[in-house]
């Protein structure tokens, strides 16, 4: 593994200082202060297909848990950890080369317990690839892992209902929606009106508001008006972050408004190795205090093999960092390759 690197980007003014009270060197602060503002950690990735060639290595490598071997201890770390799943979970025939309706086998769950997997959103244009059985059958294997997912339900209401998870006593909602046209109610549509409620009532519930959005020009690394628009819209309702999947490529990060925008994290795992762009991708891990959000870290990946990422190395992640189109500043740290958002406390 490559050895880390960091990049500190500042939004705003000068951080400023306080002063304070000398304390002796071996001082400990009490468990009560330590435990008032908790550091929470978020570990989101980007599309997770585990269907077509990724599905038939599984098969040839024996191992439903091999497309994560290399990235599982990080993405465990986390106290929360969240990915778009673009396959249905249901039995059935092999997904050819190709073919662009996708099928994951039930035993998938191994390998998203295995990598720590929290909360995953359905809402993306290839959840009902399978129709309604295969999305009921997602649903079921899913519970069955007790990994929960967003973004959809077996009605309307539900597919807009956000899911409360909570961490070190802050708790969080967590919205998904999708652009597809499919008409399906059983997926949330990027329907800003209905958007913006449901954050404010998501905000009544939790402290922080997490919105994700399946939306985008797929291969583009610049985010399109309606991404922006819809990510305005949910940060202006009040939503803390807002986490985007879809262009299969990195694109750019935006502070706005005291909220966080990611617009597009790549993919993940996925077997589109016909270009360089489309094989790489980002682990975004984003640090919660009372406050709010004070440090975001990105952590390049790199898939190979059609099924499985690893860690960039220092020569490539430079070049998947800059897609983020943020102002870095550089430094070595960490046991895994990162790049480190120090936000500060007065941009809060």
């Not at 790199?302 to 099924?307: A, C, F, L, N, P």
Request: hydrophobic fraction near 40%; glycine fraction near 8%; avoid cysteine.
């Amino acid at each position: 593994m490559a050895l880390g690197m960091v990049l500190a980007v500042y939004f705003g003014g000068n951080v400023s200082t306080v002063e304070s009270e000398a304390l002796p060197l071996n001082y400990s602060r009490p468990l009560e202060e330590k435990l008032a503002d908790p550091q929470i950690s978020l570990i989101a990735v980007g599309d997770v297909m585990l269907s077509r060639v990724v599905g038939s290595k599984i098969k040839k490598y024996g191992d439903y848990r091999h497309p994560l071997l290399k990235t599982a201890d990080l993405l465990k770390s986390a106290d929360l950890t969240f990915g778009n799943l673009e396959s249905p979970i249901t039995p059935g025939r092999e997904i050819l080369t190709g073919e662009m309706a996708f099928r994951a086998d039930p035993e998938v769950t191994e390998g998203l317990t295995y990598a720590g997997f929290d909360v995953l959103t359905l809402a993306n244009n290839h959840i009902l690839n399978f129709g309604r059985q295969g999305l009921e059958d997602t649903f079921k294997y899913l519970k069955e892992a007790k990994i929960n997912f967003i973004g959809v339900g077996e009605t309307a209401i539900d597919a807009n209902r956000p899911l409360i998870k909570e961490a070190q006593g802050v708790k969080f909602a967590f919205l998904g929606y999708s652009y597809t046209d499919s008409g399906s109610p059983l997926v949330a549509p990027m329907d800003a009106v209905k958007m913006e409620e449901a954050v404010k009532q998501a905000k009544e519930q939790a402290d922080f508001v997490i919105v994700t959005m399946h939306d985008g020009t797929e291969y583009q690394f610049i985010p399109n008006k309606h991404q922006k628009e819809f990510a305005h819209q949910a940060i202006e309702a009040g939503a803390a972050l807002v986490i985007g999947h879809h262009p299969h490529v990195v694109q750019t990060v935006e502070e706005y408004q005291g909220g966080y925008i990611i617009y597009s994290l790549g993919n993940f795992v996925f077997d589109q190795m016909w270009s360089q762009e489309t094989r790489e991708g980002m682990v975004a891990k984003v640090i919660f205090q009372k406050e709010g959000i004070t440090e975001m870290k990105f952590y390049p990946v790199v898939i190979e093999d059609y099924s499985q990422p690893r860690f960039a190395a220092d020569s490539e992640s430079e070049r998947i960092v800059a897609r983020l189109d943020m102002k870095l500043e550089y430094e070595t740290s960490g046991q895994f390759p990162n790049y480190k958002f120090q936000i500060s406390n007065n941009n809060q």
